[in-house]
Each structure stands twice: as structure tokens, then as C-alpha cells.
């Protein structure tokens, strides 16, 4: 979705990827505001994600999950960089990608993310992801209800609260109608990665979403202070969802922060 092979290399290019349940769709604002503004912008459908056409109940790897985006990075015309942005668990994505792909990303941005040094041990993550007492999930059963769950995705009663709190009423409503269930067991192969001294001496940028019911505020602190990035940027009003409860704020800082990379 969005953009062609990139081939112009004078032209900043922006990649963009979903977290859990989310895809390539969600990121319709952002792009549209960064082609008109003379940008280049495409955002990935992982494996299982978006119109991706395969079961997201199937795909039990992470390398698996994140197969179209690193195509996408190995498809890039020799020193021609990317602009990577990932959102939510996605940052586990653009992890991974920033140490595969280390010498196509020019810089990474990390939005109410999940930002873990590669060789870490520690995540700041509590895996029950139990927010306050509420079962806000729902689980799937690709393989029978008698074997572990496959997939997860919000119950449609709380997507509102916690990801779509401040966000135009349509973009919820559109959005309930392309959730699919996020592949647990890919999932779980997150933040799994060596030391990687080279991918450390690219930028990293945090954007933090300060009216998130998701991701605490505190606990994307905890993320900061653990691996403090180049910059760090707070969206006010933000829920979870900043591509559609602030977009324009959102572009804003995007090209606030491209404008220190030193090209
Ligand atoms: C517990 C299963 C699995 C997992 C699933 C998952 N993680 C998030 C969602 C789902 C279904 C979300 O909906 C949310 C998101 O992407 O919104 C668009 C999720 C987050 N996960 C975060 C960090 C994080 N998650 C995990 C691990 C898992 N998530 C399980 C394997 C880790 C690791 C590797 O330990 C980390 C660091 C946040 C960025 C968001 C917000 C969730 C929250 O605050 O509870």
C-alpha cells in the first residue's frame, strides 16, 4: 500500500508498520499527508495483517511475521535509506528490521512502542497484558479449542477505551471492521535478538502518546529510560491510535525529527 519501489533517492521515504491486529490501513492519514507534502510514504500489511492473505492463525514465527517488510527493505535500490516507523508492538518489528537491514534505515521511529535494546534481557513488557481487571481479550483456537490459543484480539466492547479513545468516531468504526487476531506465537519470538553494536549508531526516535488507556504513559517512560533514544517527542493528546487522534501533529514531528538527520 502506498509508494512504488522507491527509486527516487532524493526524496525522503517513510516506511510504516502496524502493531498487533492492525495493518498497512491504519496508516491511510499519515501517508496521505506526507505524499502531498512531496514525501514518499508506504506502509507494510505483515504476514497475517491487513489484506495479507495468509491466516494469521498459522503463522507461528516471528521472521515469519515480519517476512513482508524485510522484502520490502531487500527490494530497496543500493543506498537508497528508509525512514522506519513502527507503532505499538510493531516496534519489535522495526527492531528486527534496524539489526537485518541495518545499512537501508536511516533512522527509526518508535510511536507508543515497544523499544527494546537488541541483547536485552529484561522487557519492560508484564506478559499477562492485563490492563487494570478487565478481560479485554479474546483469544482464537486455530488449531482446536483443546490446544493453545493461536490468535488475539481485543473484544469489540473495549477497542474504543483502550485504542481509540480521543480518535474520530469513523476511524473506530472502520477499524473494528479490519482488526484480525494478532498471531500469539509470533509474537512471543519478540525482542529476542543479540547485541548489535552497528544498528545502536542509528537514530532512534520515541514519540509518546500522553492520553493512552493502552500503553501506560508511566510504562513508556520505563521504555525511554531503559534505552534513551536520539529524541524524544510527547503527543498530548494522543490515545493509543496517534495516526488517528492526531495525525497532523504526528506528521509535524516526523519531519521535526527528519530534519536533524544529517543526509
Ligand atoms: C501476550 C501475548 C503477546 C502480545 C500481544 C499483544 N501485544 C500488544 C497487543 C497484543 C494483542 C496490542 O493490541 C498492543 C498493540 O500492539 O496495539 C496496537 C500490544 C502492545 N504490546 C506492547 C509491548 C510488548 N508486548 C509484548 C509481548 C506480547 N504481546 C506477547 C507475546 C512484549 C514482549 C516481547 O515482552 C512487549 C515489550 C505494547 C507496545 C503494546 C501495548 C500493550 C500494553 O501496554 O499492555
Redesign the pocket.
Known amino acids: 500500500m502506498g509508494g512504488g519501489d522507491g527509486g527516487d533517492d532524493s526524496v525522503l521515504h517513510f516506511v510504516f508498520v502496524?502493531?498487533?491486529?492492525?495493518g498497512a490501513w491504519c496508516w491511510y492519514k499519515l501517508t496521505t499527508l506526507l505524499d502531498a507534502a512531496g514525501f514518499k510514504a508506504t506502509s507494510v500489511d505483515l504476514t497475517g495483517a491487513g489484506i495479507n492473505l495468509t491466516d494469521s492463525n498459522t503463522v507461528v514465527d516471528f521472521e515469519h511475521y515480519n517476512r513482508p517488510l524485510f522484502s520490502l527493505l531487500s527490494d530497496l535500490p543500493p543506498h537508497h535509506k528508509i525512514i522506519l516507523v513502527g507503532?505499538?508492538?510493531?516496534?519489535?518489528s522495526v527492531t528486527e528490521a534496524l539489526c537485518k537491514f541495518t545499512d537501508k534505515i536511516s533512522m527509526v521511529v518508535y510511536l507508543?512502542?515497544?523499544m527494546?535494546q537488541p541483547g536485552s534481557t529484561s522487557?519492560?513488557?508484564d506478559?499477562?497484558?492485563a490492563?487494570g481487571e478487565e478481560d479485554i481479550?479474546e483469544f482464537t483456537y486455530g488449531e482446536g479449542d483443546d490446544k493453545p490459543p493461536t490468535g488475539?484480539?481485543?473484544k469489540e466492547e473495549f477497542r474504543r477505551h483502550y485504542?481509540y479513545s480521543q480518535s474520530p468516531l469513523e476511524d473506530p468504526t472502520l477499524a473494528c471492521k479490519l482488526l484480525r487476531p494478532?498471531p500469539?506465537r509470533a509474537?512471543?519470538g519478540?525482542?529476542k535478538l543479540a547485541p548489535n553494536p552497528e544498528a545502536e549508531k542509528v537514530p532512534r526516535v520515541y514519540i509518546k502518546t500522553a492520553k493512552d488507556n493502552?500503553?501506560?504513559p508511566l510504562?513508556q517512560d520505563r521504555v525511554v529510560e531503559k534505552w534513551p533514544p536520539s529524541q524524544l517527542y510527547i503527543l498530548e493528546e494522543s490515545d493509543?491510535?496517534a495516526f488517528f487522534s492526531v495525525p497532523t501533529t504526528l506528521f509535524a514531528y516526523l519531519l521535526r525529527a527528519v530534519s536533524f538527520l544529517q543526509l
Not at 18 to 22: K, L, V
Not at 87 to 92: A, D, K, N, Q
Open positions: 502496524h502493531g498487533a491486529s492492525h507503532h505499538s508492538i510493531g516496534g519489535g507508543a512502542a515497544d527494546v522487557s519492560p513488557h506478559s499477562t497484558m490492563v481479550w488475539m484480539l481485543m485504542y494478532a500469539l509474537l512471543n519478540a525482542d493502552l500503553f501506560d510504562r493509543h491510535s
